[in-house]
């Protein structure tokens, strides 16, 4: 997924809400949620994101996450926000998205297992218009350094497993032909360069015809 601009705030942004709201005066409670609503659609409104759309978790999220490709989701859940981040982590499982979560919910359970899910912000008692925009604003920064953190970490783990690729096939030319350490590395350099090939590609056929001939 493409990182969002910093400097744009036109962001296309969905919001989910709780598909039913269990317990309580069903009237009261559709109160206090369109109260919720507006205060957040007051927010981004007067920053100047993009709402493309208010979803339920439901069983269809993830099939209209997909649709809509978002660039941010914003999850609204007075009580147990447990039940909508399990929603969330189905819709965004196989592409990653910055993901702000408004709640009343202050267990420490609910915070954990929201931070495993991938969240960027977990926001208490804090849906007010005015706190938005600063709000996004950090989970937008964090998911980026996240992202960056995570691409090291791959091209680390990347560049390591090509080193011991490399040291195999170095120590399998070192013993089949007597050669030195460095002998070895350059006919594998030499090699790669002829086929037009990564060093770590070249180890990899060497390594491939030494398991077929045995």
């Known amino acids: 997924m493409k990182s969002p601009d910093r400097a744009s705030p036109h ?7 709780p598909a039913t709201a269990p317990g309580a005066d069903p009237d009261a409670r559709h109160a ?3 109260r919720r609503s507006a205060a957040l659609r007051i927010g981004l409104l007067e920053s100047g994101y993009d709402l493309v759309a208010s979803l339920p978790a ?3 999220l993830p099939e209209r996450i997909a649709q809509l490709q978002p660039d941010l989701i914003i999850a609204d859940s007075e009580l147990d926000a447990r039940d909508i981040l399990e929603h969330i982590v189905i819709a965004t499982r196989d592409e990653r998205r910055p993901i702000v979560l408004f709640t009343e919910d202050d267990a420490p359970a609910s915070m954990d297992a929201a931070m495993a899910a991938g969240v960027s912000a977990y926001i208490v008692a804090g849906l007010q218009p005015e706190r938005v925009k ?3 604003d950090v ?3 964090r998911f980026r350094r996240e992202q960056q953190l995570l691409g090291e970490l791959s091209d680390t783990r990347r560049k390591l497993a090509e080193r ?9 030319l ?3 032909h007597a050669l030195s350490e460095e002998q070895a590395y350059q006919r594998l350099r030499s090699l790669a360069m002829n086929k037009n090939m990564k060093l770590a590609e070249i180890a990899q056929r060497i390594l491939d015809v030494e398991d077929l001939l045995g």
Not at 11 to 17: A, E, G, M, N, P
Not at 164 to 172: E, F, N, Q, T
């Open 11 to 17: 962001l296309r942004i969905v919001v989910v809400l």
């Open 32 to 34: 206090e949620q369109a």
């Open 58 to 60: 439901d069983v269809f």
């Open 134 to 136: 600063p709000v996004l």
């Open 139 to 141: 989970a937008l920064a």
């Open 164 to 172: 011991k690729l490399v040291d195999r096939a170095k120590g399998l």
């Open 174 to 176: 070192m013993t089949r």
